[in-house]
């Protein structure tokens, strides 16, 4: 791989956003690298989720996932381009793999941020890479290791108001990006898909859509079905894909398939990136 290449895997990570150098000045005033944040909106999540839900049950492993993540970044970069990358998106790899996966070995951590940045250089079509980075890693360690990973499952609970700057904070960022629309379409189907399950399965609806107000949802449709990176060139195109990933987690809940979101977008993000390249070729 060249290193034009390299650099375009290494500058963008599970938010993935490129974007001008920090404070660069523009006419209508002084723009922020949406790297920039991505990665304090993630950071925001992470310190809402441990004071009011206490999902962190050890720092070590988040340490442990931020540290590969960003080591492994730092390291292919440099060999691959000769300079060091901005580490941003790194970090939202490492932070996502150590609040979404659950286990007392911190060895899933490493793999799993490791698997999510080696991704970017080797499975590639055309010149791009095809999963969400932190996407990957995740959801090749809890298929690899049933017995001892799990995903995040915890709840905000009775702390709505944090749930509520959160989405917020993150809808009025996606605004700014341009990428609200996929977010805004990803909820919206999953709500109406959750009362369609509710109807064929015979569950309460708030029960179907209780997941959504989780934090794994929220880095869902924040970091990952959002990604530019592995994201289709057209509006009209990542209306459609966000749609898709949302009925293909109703499948997989109705054949009771457990971390369907995570599986949904395994499957069909890359395939719909696929399909994107060879019609724009």
Known sequence: M????????????????????????????????????????????LVFGQLYVGFLHDLSQLFTAISVALAAELALGRLLTGRWLNPASAYITGISCGILLRSLALWPYAIASLLSILSKYVLRFRGRHLWNPSNLGICVVLFAAPGTVAALSEQWGNDLWAMAVIWVLGSVILWRAKRFHVTFTYAASFVALAYVRS???????????????????????????????????????????????????MILRLFEIVNAPLYALFLVGPAAKILDLRRSA
């Open 2 to 45: 060249d290193a034009s290449k390299a650099a375009a895997a290494g500058s963008t990570g599970s938010a993935g956003t490129p974007g001008p150098p920090p404070g660069t000045p523009s006419g209508t005033g002084w723009q922020i690298d949406p790297r920039y944040l991505s990665s304090g909106l993630i950071t925001l999540i």
């Open 199 to 249: 109807l064929m399965t015979g569950t309460p609806f708030l029960s179907e859509v209780a997941p959504i107000t989780g934090p794994m949802y929220q880095l869902m449709a924040f970091f990952m079905v959002t990604d530019p990176a592995t994201s289709v060139s057209s509006r009209n195109g990542r209306i459609g894909v966000a749609f898709l990933v949302a009925l293909a987690e």
